[in-house]
């Protein structure tokens, strides 16, 4: 059960296998058993989950007819709950309690979904192996020497642990996608707009996207499609219709047209995900798909865009942890200027002050030409890219990430985890979906490995399409870890 | 040596939406302290804008009013910087590309001479919370109920040259907004508040002065005194070998005087950039078009039409024209009683001289325009005399009739135009004044003129004032000067 889908799962709750209560039960068991080594929740609510599972029973009994209803699953802790923590895995936000719940929350609690906690992160998802926590690091279940990724990192490790059979994510640069590849699970990354940011703690708002992580895209496509939409109370939410995602499934992909850009083959990329990535590649012949090379040329200046970018709207969406009103203030101020000074400096970590200054830096009076107005240039070319690949073909596909997971404390330098999102970023600056699959092993430590799939603005259900084929022919996606008790 | 005076204004106009300019809370003035400021005034993490379409529709009904270019797309930008009373750290406001381009006022000084004041843009933002530092023992309290309240900030060239054509240029705004109905223009309650820009150079260059920005002045008497007092001594700083500089300054109305705030150096790097939050404003020619076909007349035209088609005096348009509460009784009291001239005096005299006296608005009048209307057209048609007519005003106000036929029939003040009673109290009159009547008649003609006021005033006496008095006089003067 700990392992199964959510697809897997509403079919047990419908045939009274077991009982919403007993999967949550069951849920929170293994959680309190096994996760005190994973570190991948920060809050689980227990007394709430277990009210939510007993009122999905009853609802079932009396003919309960939502798919959703009644299954479990974990939400990264930028989203919004109302009543319990949401701490973005910040000292700063360690006492804060919205007095509202995101608009995901809100659409998965009306689809009948039970939320067993709030998962660990990358500290204002700032950071590619979820390191970057107050709460600490998350282990990745596969080998808990190695990072998860981030900074999505405790809804993928709680995922592929067993502990919950989906979570929401949220990707700025590839915070669902990188971690899924890392933890063995599939991600997706929707165009910017198709779900509603409402409720969720910004990190770079022009990037930031919520999405589903799961073990198939199938489930994916079930999760999409309660929390895709368009939300008055978000403005770059896009009024588009949301299709059915469950039925574009099992089109063919007879004459399908991949493009591999040659950018993400270069170097730098890992020789055991490469030969993953083009094993995966002939899969997808074998099922009737056309492969051809093209070229993304601004593939180089993506990571610097994004660095100049998301730190500037980080650096001003950060600006109202204050100490003011909510949040860490620090002790006995003795001014103004000293209450915002210690706080702050309390309050938030490293990564987090160091983005904060880099993005001030760039929007400063004298740098903005050449840093903040560049980079929207360069995005504007990042865009152009994709969309003259796809004149050319229907998707892109490409390692998720350039190396397996790495081992925890690796990557001292920042610019070298940087570089961990070489492959994801161009996508956010883009505003394009993307997808991350599992698509086998390295040798050593035996450690997941990412298949990337990307497509135009809105081709999620395509992309979901392409992913659930790939997970037909292949079975990398049910493998999971084994328990280890200990270290 | 001769110095000019060069002066440009920002004004700031709270926008009179229900709801603030990003979020659902209420504006309402006067709440208890932060029960108007929802999750998104207070900047909690997550929450989101929503832009108020009534804002911007107010933003293009004031760039219409101004003839000014209205952008197909205009921006919303953030203004960065730290301060209790801004949640969010950043003021959501717009730069580069605002919601209202050039456009100009036309404004009129005391001698009637008008001129036109360029405005470079006016573009929207969301006001700040306050900051209290009173009753809270060595710390600050923050009140963040105006926090998101839609304001409008018009920046002017620096087209003015006198205190008093920057007061004149305040009291346009002032009409075109309130004629507008986009502001309550309460500058008590901070409707309206200026940041005035004041430098002066020696008449005759053509370089503009260093300038000294005075912040938040919120009154027209202060923003004249600022100015003068400012004038001064940038003045007298340069005459006696100093330099102005570069600053904003804080005018104190207690002290009547400006005070550096802040100089050049030390101020803020507002790290302006586009809000990620919101969509570019994109604004359609039919959208456009709506909101035109939507504007009243405004104050500059219907000075002109009371001027031109009313025959009113320049002066008489001018005042009647300066607030439309003001236009709109002096119009309503012509559409009853149809004599321009006639309602003009009425309204400005004594109505005017009754809503001084009180101090009450004439949107507040006791006197409704109706009944006005309904006085003035009794002295028109003759039925009562004007001695009468301000009678019947005070019981109007005195709210002691309901209107002006009712109270001249209650207190039978319909003027006596019988030739015959008006005789009969005449020969009375002359009857009972013999030595005043032995006078007249041996004076000079020419000073019997002033003579016969007495014997007119008996007469009246006689009537209650109800006799015409235009038919004593000259019954009068035939009866005294028969003999």
Redesign the interface.
């Known amino acids: 059960m700990h392992h199964m889908t959510l697809t897997e799962l509403a079919k047990g709750l419908k045939a009274g296998d077991f009982s919403s209560r007993e999967l949550t039960t069951s849920l929170l068991d293994r959680i309190e058993r096994l996760d005190g080594e994973i570190n991948s929740f920060v809050t689980v609510t227990r007394d709430q989950a277990l009210a939510a599972a007993d009122a999905a029973d009853q609802a079932r009994a009396k003919g309960e007819s939502r798919p959703l209803a009644g299954l479990p699953l974990a939400i990264k802790d930028i989203?919004?709950t109302q009543g319990i923590r949401?701490s973005?895995g910040s000292k700063m936000?360690d006492n804060?309690q919205?007095?509202?719940n995101?608009t995901v929350v809100e659409k998965l609690q009306a689809a009948g979904m039970i939320s067993l906690g709030k998962t660990n992160m990358d500290e204002f998802a700032m950071g590619s192996s979820n390191e970057n926590s107050f709460y600490g690091p998350v282990k990745n279940p596969w080998d808990h020497t190695a990072v998860p990724g981030g900074s999505s990192g405790g809804s993928a490790a709680a995922v592929a642990a067993g502990f919950a059979p989906a979570a929401l994510g949220t990707d700025t640069g590839g915070s669902i996608r990188q971690p899924a590849a890392f933890c063995g699970i599939t991600g997706l990354k929707p165009t910017y707009g198709r779900v509603s940011?409402?409720?969720?703690?910004?990190f770079?708002?022009?990037l930031d996207q919520g999405g589903p992580m799961a073990r198939s895209a199938e489930d994916c496509a079930h999760l999409l499609g309660a929390i895709a939409g368009h939300d008055?109370?978000?403005?770059?939410s896009v009024a588009r219709v949301v299709p059915d995602y469950l039925a574009e499934l099992d089109a063919p992909l007879d004459g399908l047209k991949i493009g591999l850009p040659k950018e993400y083959f270069g170097d730098g990329l890992d020789a055991e995900v490469e030969s993953a990535i083009r094993e995966a590649i002939r899969v997808y012949e074998s099922l009737g798909a056309k492969v051809c090379e093209v070229s993304l040329p601004h593939t180089h200046l993506a990571v610097p865009a994004y660095y100049v970018i998301a730190p500037?709207?980080a650096?001003?969406n950060?600006?109202?942890y204050?100490g003011?009103?909510?949040g860490h203030r620090c002790d006995n101020p003795v001014d103004?200027e000293d209450l915002?000074k210690r706080s702050r400096a309390e309050g938030f970590g490293d990564e987090v002050k160091r983005r904060i200054l880099i993005g001030?830096h760039t929007?400063?009076?004298g740098f903005?030409d050449a840093y903040?107005r560049k980079a929207q240039q360069v995005r504007r070319l990042i865009r152009q890219d994709f969309m003259d690949a796809f004149e050319e073909v229907d998707v892109l596909m490409g390692p998720a990430a350039p190396t397996p997971a790495f081992d925890l404390g690796a990557k001292k330098d920042p610019v070298s985890m940087y570089l961990q999102d070489i492959y994801t970023i161009a996508i956010n600056l883009a505003g394009i979906p993307g997808i991350s699959v599992p698509a086998g092993f390295s040798g050593q430590g035996h450690r997941p490995i990412g298949l990337q799939i990307l497509g135009q603005h809105f081709a999620e259900g395509q992309l979901l399409n392409v992913a659930h084929q790939f997970q037909q022919a292949t079975d990398w996606h049910r493998r999971h870890p084994t328990d280890q008790e200990t270290t | 040596m001769q110095w000019e005076t060069v002066i440009g204004l920002e004004v700031h106009v709270q926008l009179a939406t229900q709801s603030k300019i990003f979020s659902g809370a209420s504006t309402a003035f006067g709440a208890e302290p932060n029960t108007q400021a929802c999750a998104i005034d207070l900047g909690l993490p997550g929450v989101l804008p929503v832009l108020n379409e009534g804002a911007v529709a107010m933003a293009v009904q004031f760039g219409l009013a101004i003839n000014a270019e209205i952008p197909e797309t205009s921006l919303f930008e953030r203004k960065n910087y730290f301060y209790p009373d801004l949640p969010k750290g950043y003021q959501t406001s717009q730069m580069a590309q605002p919601i209202v381009g050039k456009g100009e006022v036309e404004i009129v000084l005391d001698d009637e001479v008008r001129k036109r004041i360029r405005i470079h843009h006016a573009h929207l933002e969301e006001d700040a919370g306050k900051s209290l530092h009173e009753d809270f023992h060595g710390m600050s309290g923050i009140d963040l109920n105006r926090a998101g309240t839609p304001l409008l900030e018009i920046v002017s060239e620096p087209d003015m040259r006198s205190a008093k054509e920057a007061v004149a240029y305040i009291r346009a705004i002032h009409a075109i907004v309130t004629y507008l109905g986009i502001s309550d223009g309460n500058m008590a309650e901070g409707s309206m508040r200026c940041d005035v820009n004041v430098s002066v150079r020696p008449k005759g260059q053509e370089t503009l002065g260093t300038r000294a920005e005075i912040k938040n002045v919120n009154s027209f008497r202060f923003v004249e005194r600022a100015i003068e007092f400012e004038v001064e001594r940038q003045i007298e700083l340069i005459e006696d070998g100093g330099k102005v500089v570069q600053e904003t300054r804080l005018y104190d109305p207690d002290q009547d005087e400006t005070r550096s705030m802040r100089t050049k150096e030390e101020a803020n790097d507002y790290r302006y950039f586009p809000c990620p939050d919101l969509l570019p404003v994109m604004l359609d020619s039919a959208y456009i078009e709506h909101q035109r076909a939507t504007l009243p007349e405004l104050p500059t035209e219907k000075r002109h039409r009371f001027e031109t088609s009313l025959g009113l005096s320049a002066y008489d348009a001018g005042v009647l024209s300066s607030t439309r509460p003001m236009a709109e009784y002096f119009e309503a009291v012509l559409a009853v009683c149809g004599d321009a001239k006639q309602a003009a005096n009425w309204v400005q005299g004594e109505l005017s001289g009754h809503l001084n006296r009180e101090n009450i608005d004439i949107s507040n009048s006791p006197v409704t325009p109706e009944q006005l209307g309904g006085l003035v057209s009794r002295v028109l048609d003759d039925t009562i005399n004007g001695k009468a007519a301000k009678q019947v005003f005070a019981a109007l106000w005195n709210n002691e009739g309901q209107s002006a036929d009712e109270i001249i029939d209650t207190r039978g003040l319909k003027q006596v135009t019988d030739t015959g009673a008006i005789e009969a109290m005449i020969d009375q009159v002359i009857a009972d004044s013999p030595v005043q009547v032995a006078q007249y008649r041996d004076a000079d003609p020419e000073k019997r003129g002033k003579m016969i006021g007495y014997f007119v005033g008996q007469v009246m006496k006689a009537s209650r004032g109800t006799a015409n008095p235009q038919q004593v006089n000259g019954l009068l003067k035939q009866k005294l000067d028969e003999a």
Do not use: I, K, N, Q
């Open positions: 989203f919004c949401t973005c936000l804060f919205a007095p509202y995101a940011r409402y409720g969720m703690v910004a770079a708002s022009s008055l109370r978000d403005s770059t500037a709207e650096s001003s950060l600006s109202r204050d003011v009103r909510f103004l915002y001030t929007l400063s009076e903005f903040y």
